[in-house]
């Protein structure tokens, strides 16, 4: 089983090796899709987990026992075809492919089940054609 999950350090737990003891203690893959930590400041990671079902909601809870927020990341990207102008800057750093150009069209095509809602693509829109569902 595949869980998205986006995890707020406060500066107390920044420095908990989470990624080690996922796959330690729970079995648990962790994929890290964004991470914004730096020492002794809030840290945000989105990480992809992957392992037995029984395990991940054990690590949930585990993180939230270590004062970790977690949010299960169920948000889904939209893409306003009215605004967009197919200019393609979102493709370049999108990391799954989920937003290509199409090579004939020239048009942007989105495939939203490539998508791990990592944001990067939000900022490098100049229209603001890229948001969140929430
Ligand atoms: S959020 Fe944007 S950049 Fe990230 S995977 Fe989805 S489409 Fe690609
Ligand atoms: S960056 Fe914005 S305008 Fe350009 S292709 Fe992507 S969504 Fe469309």
Known sequence: ?????TLTFSPGNVHTPITYRLAKD???AA???RAQV???QIGKLVLELSGDMD???AAIEWMKSCNIDVSLVSQEILINEDSCVDCGLCTGVCPTEALTLD???FQL???PFRCVVCEQCIPTCPVQAISTSF
């Open 26 to 28: 729970f079995n648990i």
């Open 55 to 57: 395990e991940l909601e």
């Open 31 to 33: 994929n890290i899709i």
């Open 38 to 40: 730096a020492p002794n």
């Open 109 to 111: 095509q989105f495939l």
């Open 103 to 105: 090579r004939s069209t």
């Open 1 to 5: 089983m595949k869980q998205r999950v």
